[in-house]
């Protein structure tokens, strides 16, 4: 069985799919960018504006599940310019232990969806 997890805390899909899917005890959370769930607006002010309101969005759907970031088990980090990664890292880095990190990878694309310049996905476990 599959538990969908939707929450109005994080911005609605923008296509068919959920927020994220429960299934045996893991969570797959779908790619998020930078929406603002209240207003629906992309965040671009900064690099680090926008990391910021897409692991707010992830952490929503987290708490929506009763998880956390320590929950996290692996994350995918899409960015549109490689050359952010040092600021979008920098971001990133402040919701997690690095000793405990979940496993993941940070790859350039060639667009994401609305325009956004970086966009991730976690799998997170239940104990």
Sequence with gaps: MKKIIKTDKAPDPVGPYSQAIIHNDTLYASGQIALDPATG???????E?????????IQAILEEAGLSF????????FVTD????ARINAVYATYFDEATAPAR?????????RGGNVEISVIAAFD
């Design 82 to 85: 490689i050359n952010n990664f």
């Design 49 to 57: 504006a926008e990391t910021t309101r897409v692991m707010l969005n």
């Design 70 to 77: 320590k929950d996290i088990v692996k994350a995918s980090v």
């Design 41 to 47: 607006v992309l965040i671009t002010d900064s690099i």
């Design 105 to 113: 990878e940070l790859v350039q694309v060639s667009a994401l969806p």
